[in-house]
C-alpha cells in the first residue's frame, strides 16, 4: 500500500464544517495515513487565529494582565468545534494544565504552540485516528536549528507503529525538552518532514486555494493555478512572500524525492499543483511560472569614485552588515555605486551605527539608507532560454506607470528581482501579469 501524509491549514480545520471536508478527504483513500494539524485559523476575514490568540496571552501575562476573557475565547472555539461535530470528549483538563503553565510564565512557543497541540487531539479523536505528539518526534539542536537525522530516525520508527495518526504541525522539542516552534505557517514544515519520515509516496498540502497561483489571489483577480513546478521555483516564489508554502517546507520531501501536491480542501475534485524534480517536470506552456513579492524593505546606497578599483570594498560593507546581525538580500551594483538591499525590520533600529560604521571602513563619497522599497521576483524555469523575458517585465511595469528602482537578475536565471516603491507595488504586480498571463 502507499502512503500519502495529508497536512491541512489553519482555515481548513476552523470550524466543524471544515473538520468534516476534511474527515471526509481523508477517509476517501486508504492510504491517506499521517494527518498533520494547523491550530484553527480564521472563520472569516474578520476572524483571529488561535496562534495569534495564543500570542497575545503570552504578551498579557508578560505584562502582568488577566487573561480570563481571551483565554475563554480560546476555549470556545475548540468547545465549539466538539459539541458540533458531537464528540465525546472533554478538554477541560488540558485547558487547566496550559492555563497553570501560562500563568507560571511558560515560554512563548510552548505557548503558541498549543493551538495545533488541542486541534490534533480533536481531530484524532473525530477520524479515530492515534495522537502522535510532535514533541516525542521533532527535534531541534541547542542551538535552535531543526536537528532533521535525529528527527528522521525516532519520528520513523514512531510511525513504524502507527498505522493511522494524527501529529500536531509547528513544533518539536530541544535537548532540554521544552517546546520551540519553527517560524510562522511552519505546519508546512511539519507536514514535509512526517513525509520523509514515513517515506511517503505523496505529501498533499491542502489549504483553501486550488493550488499554487501564479500571483497572490488578494492582488490578481482569478490568477491561473500553475500545475507543476519545480521545488526550486517554489521555493523562490515562498520565500519571495507566496506564503501559500513555508519556503523550508520543500526541503525534507526533496532530499527523499517526495513530490507535494497543493490541494484544496474546499474543493477536492480540482488537481491543484503539483511540485516535482527539476528532471520530472513538462515543458512549461507559459515563459514565467510565478510572480511573488513583499514589501519592507530599504536600500543602503553607497557612492564612491574608482569604487571599481578598490579591493575589499565589498566585503568590508558586508563585515558591518555582519557585524550588526543584519541578512542582506541582494546586491545590485554598478562602477562607483553599489546597494545593498536589507529588510527594513532588520535595520530599523540601527541605521545611524550602521552608516557611522560603513562610513569608517570604506570612507564613501555619498551613503543614504532609503526605507519603503517592495520587492518583486518574476519567477520560471524556461526565463533562461525564452528571449526578451526582461522587456516584458520592464513593459508589463512600465505599462502601470511604475518606476522601476533596482533590477536584480539571479545567477541561477531562474528568477528577476525588481525593487519598486512600496505604493507602486500593487500595480507593478498587476502589470507583469497582464503582460505575461492576459
Ligand atoms: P493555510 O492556513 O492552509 O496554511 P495560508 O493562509 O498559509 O493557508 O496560505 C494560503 C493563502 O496564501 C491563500 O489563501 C492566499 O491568500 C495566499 N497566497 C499568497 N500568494 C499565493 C499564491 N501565489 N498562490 C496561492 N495562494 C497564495
Ligand atoms: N498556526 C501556526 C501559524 O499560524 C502554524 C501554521 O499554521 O502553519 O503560523
Ligand atoms: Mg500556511
Known sequence: MSVKVLKFGGSSLADAEHFRKVAAIVKSEPDRRYVVASAPGKRNSDDEKVTDMLYKCYELTREDQDIDNIFFCIKRRYDKIINDLGLDLSLDKEFQRIKMAILHHAGRDYIASRGEYLNAIV????LGFDFVDAEKGIFFCDDGTFDAEKTNSVLSKILEKHEYAVIPGFYGSMPNGTIKTFTRGGSDFTGSVVARAARADLYENWTDVSGFLMADPRLVKNPKVIETITYKELRELAYMGATVLHEDAIFPVRAAGIPINIKNTNRPADKGTMIVKETDIPAS???ITGIAGKKGFSTIILEKDMMNGELGFGRRVLDVLMNNR???EHIPSSIDTLSVVVSTDDI???KLIVAEE???AVHPDYISIDD???LIAVVGRDMVSSIGTAYRIFKG???AGVNIRMIDQGSSELNIIIGVEEKDYEAAIQGIYNEFVR
Open 358 to 360: 560603513i562610513k569608517k
Open 348 to 350: 530599523k533600529d540601527k
Open 123 to 126: 481531530l484524532a479523536n473525530y
Open 397 to 399: 511595469v512600465a505599462e
Open 326 to 328: 543584519i541578512l542582506f
Open 285 to 287: 506552456k507559459d515563459v
Open 372 to 374: 519603503g522599497i517592495a
